[in-house]
């Protein structure tokens, strides 16, 4: 069963433990929505941006070997049912998965929403290429009879910057007393840095390229393969891709493309925003470009507003961003190259990156796949919500939508997922623990 079927009442009696949420205070939250639901409720925080946020929680200080088998023994001890984390590939986090299989302990992995900007997604075990969603004709979990309304969500990246700049700053101040802590991202004063950087790029970029968006979805329409690059130290690309990292996947990119792609073809990479004050791939993309005999062809766009020019480009390239599963539903040809939950046949393009170029047209995303996929996938791990700004607040102190409980009145001739591999006794309802990989 999926994690969110039965929504947050499932996890009603349920012992659950909290590891390292995002940034901010949504974790803080999610404890109250699980207490107020009768859950008993536990965190531990691991330096000084989680514990600014969850004062009484209890606190981890000791080295990173030791804490596996401290873990099993808290978890034991505590019988805890389910423990909840973000990001699966956190040093903190990527042995719990193991620890808690081999307890019989059901864990939920939170992850920024595969469907955005509406969604966050709350997975059994882990995400993209940790995830157990299979696709399969035969497989288990069958599409909801009734799609639930979405709520939008409102802009939150102002909110996520100063709940980051928040989180980082008492990090930072209080790394003397977690000296054995380390964190998948740089905590130090000088990450402030690319944060006042970021805007000055962004207000040059605007008028640098003053004008791009109509040349994209005008003269160049149909032309362009579009390439959204994803942010540096993306776990994704880290632990879940074969890339050599973002750099190495934009110069292996513009290579195919030099070798193969049809002559009227233009490529055109879009930063990652996220990214935009810590990278600048401006340089390096025009000088693969022109070794690779193609520099009049190849271009890099920053902010131009993706829904605007998805629809006009030929194909997407992509690691495993969730820009590609945008690309998907707008009907584009996609590559993955990275491991994707939605990298599967009929969605995405199944041959080589040089053969892309010039096979895309006759691969566009089987609709009505699509479709199906988007429905369950949604069904299975997202909620209607957001990290950093509450969407009802009176409703829950998270402000998350869950949606209803799943199952009834189901198409029986819909499913296409399975979860592999077998699982043990409920330990909430809708939940179950995965047997061990």
Known sequence: MCVIAGGIESFAGARVLLL?????????????DLAAVGARVSS????????????????????????????????????????????DCRPIHREVQRVASRLGVAVGVFEE????????????HGVNGNSLLRYDHDGTLTLPAQSPAVRPVPPSFRAMVLWGFVYFTAAACARPLFPHYRHHRPIRFAEALPW??????????????????????????GRFFLVPLQVHNDAQVLFHANTGGVRGFIASTIASFGRTAPADAVLVFKHHPMDRGYRDYTRAIARAARAAGCGG???????????????????TVVINSTAGLAAICCGRPTIALGEAVYALPGLTFQGSLDCFWTEAAAHAPDRQRVARFRAALIAATQINGNFYRRLDPQGSATGLIWPPLQGAGADSEAPIFRFTGSS???LAAGLQAPASP
């Not at 995002?22 to 109250?32: K, L, N």
């Not at 062809?297 to 194909?315: F, K, N, S, W, Y």
Request: glycine share 8%; net charge positive.
């Open 424 to 426: 043990t006794a409920p």
């Open 44 to 87: 531990i925080v691991f330096n000084g941006g989680d514990w600014l946020f969850q004062p009484r929680a209890r606190v981890w200080r000791g080295p990173m070997a030791d804490w596996p088998d401290w873990l099993a023994a808290h978890l034991a001890d505590e019988a805890i049912d389910v423990v909840f984390l973000f990001g």
């Open 297 to 315: 062809r190849v271009i890099t766009i920053h902010d131009q507003p993706m829904e605007a020019i998805l629809p006009h480009c030929r194909g």
């Open 20 to 32: 390292q949420g995002p940034v901010g205070p949504f974790f803080a939250r999610f404890a109250r």
């Open 196 to 221: 006042l950087r970021s805007p000055l790029r962004k207000a040059w970029y605007d008028c640098a390229e003053r004008g791009i968006t109509a040349r994209l979805t005008g003269a160049w329409s």
């Open 113 to 124: 929403g595969y469907v955005r900007p509406d969604f966050i997604t709350l997975e059994r």
